[in-house]
């Protein structure tokens, strides 16, 4: 190689773009076994070399090796310099080479011995050196490391114990008196730095790390966290914002598993709200905020009204992150109780037009929650004329927000309305923006009937010119469902039957099916006979699905005059339960032991009706709405990602309903599988899952009531989480409370034979009852016989008979609740005056509950559907809750006001029920608490 | 409440293209998946969306697209907090989980940002092509702001303290094995340096 050539490689390679892989690696390969070391060509090479690597570059592992070992020879030279790269590059190399081990021994040398400014990288660098076996000799070392008074050798030990935690956990807790002196003990010596003349000074950022790296050993013991906590609170003691931060999020911790601590948190979080670090000031709100979604009653609304005052002087900083943070907390606040977040109005109005346009989403969106009946309609002009600006994603979330108004507000359909058709038909936007639309239109249509047919004629209008078939055929389902009842049903058929002219073969089935449910409009005999002559047209399709179903179609038509089933088949009064629907047949499927000769039979699957499915849907985008907005805030870091990865895919219910659903068929489908049960006839109703011990016993229960026409069966599940113990023969003894009056007759009971650790089972007791509404309260008792077991073999010693005992858990009541079912009705007011039978009952509430305690716990007692809105109390002094539901034994409806006050001395209750059933409407209304 | 709280540092150029970038993640797992023991390797905690290189560059386009010309300084990005900040042509990036402390994500930014600004300060600021020459000194101010997502210091002044300059240091020995062409060069290069020094 001559001078010259060796010159010009050393100036290409020193800027710019890099060189390849193999010339990289070739170059560390000579330079790092060089003798001498030249120090100052190997870090550039080093620096080189990571920079491939974070283009994502790799090397096979023989090379990564051979790197690794050239690397690591670097340790025998004296120059921090390069010893601080090549502490860099071990902790990349680690990942795709196995055989980082053998720099132990140089990495623990330094550790010791090294110069101030290397030792901090050498400790950091165990992390990647050390396992589950070698661990434990690095204690001496972090032990000492974490007492030291740099700042920067302390926080490297701290951290390299956190990252250590996962494998070698016992001998990390061996420093848990260091790490608490690391809290209370702020390091201010530096280790300098000669070559650099900065200004730097000990952040005491220390501090955050011990207090992170003792949650993690101490998490379980509630104790012992509250007592550190509060040794931190004195103003001295933490000096580092971030430490602060990490305190509120440990305090945030203890208060969700004890509310009771919040209290005497409350003086300590004040002081905090003039920290002169926003840090602080923001997690104290989130805090605050996310707990007092979950716990009003333990926050005074005085407290509350302070935080956010606080965060309203946070709207007028000038720095977007801070107005970010701020709104994003108001946001959450304004989905669960708008009305104390109206006060921010002024300062929300003016973030409306600001540049980031995450910053404005938010304002307005948070806007739409506060917005009153009065400034509804001026807030849509003005999100009108902002829409056009932003991108897809902020305009879903815009639609998400008038979306919910559209609930919230009923009355205001007209200007929501308008403002969807507007943007629907003049925006630009992909398939999201448009579908979001379209749903929030169908939502309008289904719960707003007034606003039924200017949407539809609009829908119409859309159709004419949209490019996406997916939202065509959901539009086309939608005007087959509720055209035919609307007064003109002639408008949409020319609509429909233009996409049958003008569409593709799948737009064509779609409108097929859709133009055929207008044959069944209330006797209209020219409209019925054009749909005939329009259908037969049809069956001249060239598509084989089209034409079918127009063949299917007519022949439904035909025979619907005589026969009631063909009318259902064109135009279904029911819908399946989706789920236990996929289980029977995935079952029926899998089973198959005839080639399918005996035939499905859904008649076990539970129905529903149009009213009913809405119902449901409207429960669970009430619930959605506040548990949505409540999971933001609380849950923190730690959720795991596994989850994180299911709710991204997931777009339904959250998961917990989701579960909950599969839980509740889940049970249903046990019971309705043995055999003692069959006699009894279909299943009424089955109530949700109640937890009748605490969530920490030694058995864990869990109560369901099943109904059915004679009969009642009280299921319990029962966990046995004694560890070594088998619990034999394990029943209920379920003492009615009426004696010798209850009506109902203990038949049988179905025990479990054996409950082994950890594992959960159903004990079942049935009864006989009367027919029609019987009600009843049962005292239980856990009655079994336990024996030890052989920790080895996990079976029962031999000859130990094992002793009886008792355990009480909560009693189960069979209330009027059980017999109703929640149903969905659009005009309530209209619906109560018409209902017959009236009962009227008045309670006193001496208990010092909020209002939405209140209003939460009698929709769970009645089962009813909680509607205009009224499931969310937005005074805290009076409140009215509607009810709406339908006997589970006849389908009589039941309607229910109940008007709360609060007052000083408890809470007064005036309950009055309408119902078409008068026994229902009395066991219900005089039974609500 | 994880100490881990940094998601990803990037620093990508005017075009979107990565001059740095470091996805992080606890470096053996958590607890609870070492405890259950379900496999003896542990499972790569990083965030799905960043789960291969492939994902990441995807990941750091439609960033650069969407955040390229605009000066928001935070924004919410694909489920992840976003904070960032342009300067001449490069922009750094720091991203943090969707319910992490957006202040103490831009206190670290700031912290490394200005980290880098201080120690870039004597070779004429922040640009590409400091940061592609100097990249030793890049590398060693992010790693001495975050270890494995743990936000170590964000203090600029303290963070660049600890950031050791490329030695001056050449080998003064000579090795007669390199030939007398190496040696000659040497010499020469070594006189030219005391002729200007003079």
Known sequence: MSAQTYKKKHETTISGELPDKMTIYQDCMTTFNESPVNAKRCRILISRLLRLLANGETFPENEATTLFFSISKLFQHKNDSLRQSVYVAIKELSKISEDVLMATSSIMKDVQTGSPLIVPNAIRSLTYVLDESTAFSAERLLRSAIVSRDPAVSSAALITSYNLLPISEATVKRFANETHEAIKDPKEVLGDNPERDYPARSTFITQYHALGLLYELKKNDKLALLKIAQECFPNWVLKSSIAKVELIKVMTDLVFRDPSLFESFQNQLEQWFASRHESVQIECAKMITSFAMAHPSYVSSEFFASTITLLQSMLTVPRPPTLFAALRILNKVSMVSPEKVVICNPELESLINHSNRNISTYAITTLLKTGTDKNISNLISTITKFIHEVSDDFKIIIINAVRTLSLNFPHEWKSILDFLIDILKNSEGGFDYKNSIVEALIEIVSFVPQSKEPALENLCDFIEDCEYNELLVRILHLLGKEGPSTSQPSLYVRHIYNRVVLENSIIRSAAVVALSKFALTKNDSALNESIISLLRRIANDKDDEVRDRATIALKFIESSKENIKAQDLIQSKYSYDLSSLEKKLTTYMSSNEDSFKTPFDASAIPKYTEDEVKAMELKRKQEQLTNADLEGINNEDEEPITKRLDTNTYKGATLDEHEQDLLSTQYIEELLSIEEFKVFGNLINSSKPISLTESEAEFEVRGVKHLFKEHVVLQFNIANTLPDVALDNVSVACISQLEDESQLEELFTIPIERLLPSVESPCYIAYKKPEGIVLDEFVNTLTFTSRELNPDTNEVYEGDEGFQDEYEIDSSVLSAGDYIKSSFVSSFDTAFDELSNSEVAVYNLQEDLSLQDVTNRLITSTSCLPLENSQNVSDSSEHTLKLFGKSALNGSKIALIVRMVKSSKGIALKASGKAEDATLCSSLVNGLL | ?198
């Open chain 2, 1 to 198: 409440m994880s100490l881990y709280t940094v998601e990803a540092v990037l620093i990508l150029d005017s075009e979107g293209k990565r001059l740095y970038a470091k996805y992080y993640e606890p470096p053996h797992g958590s607890l609870e998946q070492q405890q259950t023991k379900t496999d003896s390797k542990a499972i790569s905690l990083l965030h799905p969306h960043f789960k291969t290189v492939k994902k990441q560059e995807e990941f750091e386009s439609k960033l650069h697209a969407k955040l390229g010309k605009q000066d928001d300084e935070i924004i919410i990005f694909n489920d992840h907090l976003i904070l960032y900040q342009h300067t001449s042509d490069i922009t750094l990036y720091v991203i943090g989980p969707i319910n992490g402390n957006e202040i103490i994500l831009d206190d670290t930014l700031t912290g490394i940002k200005s980290s880098i600004d201080m120690i870039m300060g004597p070779y004429g600021g922040v640009d590409k092509r400091n940061i592609q020459e100097h990249y030793d000194e890049v590398l060693l101010a992010i790693d001495e702001s975050i270890d494995n997502g743990i936000i170590m210091e964000n203090f600029a002044a303290t963070i660049a303290a600890r950031v050791s300059k490329p030695t001056d240091e050449e080998p003064v020995t000579l090795d007669l094995d390199k030939g007398l062409m190496s040696a000659w060069g040497f010499a020469k290069s070594k006189l030219q340096e005391m002729q200007q020094n003079f």
